[in-house]
Nanobody
Framework: QVQLVESGGGLVQPGGSLRLSCAAS????????MGWYRQAPGKQRELVAT???????NYADSVKGRFTISRDNAKNTVFLQMNSLKPEDTAVYYC???????????????WGKGTLVTVSS
């Protein structure tokens, strides 16, 4: 089994910053990619940022220049530094990993339960 523990969400004023963390543990052989997605009320879940094991990153246009994704491979942890937050960044943020375990040679996805980020004055 795999566990993802997300933390760092909360209430912040517009222009403020938050740092999200997601630590993966369990039956993991290797993590190929880690990422953050978000879902605002009444909207579909969307990609925020992803990072591969080699460090390649991808960002949604709406967060480029404001958010930074990073990872600690030794600790199977991914971070999302969010600066210059806007009210439209309000959403539940979900961590996702693409990984393989010791029993299967293929990649699988696993989602966290989400952490709420509210940007409001």
């Amino acid at each position: 089994q795999v566990q993802l523990v997300e933390s760092g969400g909360g209430l912040v004023q517009p222009g403020g910053s938050l740092r999200l963390s997601c630590a993966a543990s369990g039956s993991i052989f290797s993590i190929y990619a880690m990422g953050w997605y978000r879902q605002a009320p009444g909207k579909q879940r969307e990609l925020v940022a992803t990072i591969t094991s080699g460090g390649s990153t991808n960002y949604a246009d709406s967060v480029k220049g404001r958010f930074t994704i990073s990872r600690d491979n030794a600790k199977n942890t991914v971070f999302l530094q969010m600066n210059s937050l806007k009210p439209e960044d309000t959403a539940v943020y979900y961590c996702k990993i693409t990984y393989s375990d010791y029993s299967a040679p293929y990649h699988m996805d696993y989602w966290g339960k989400g952490t709420l980020v509210t940007v409001s004055s």
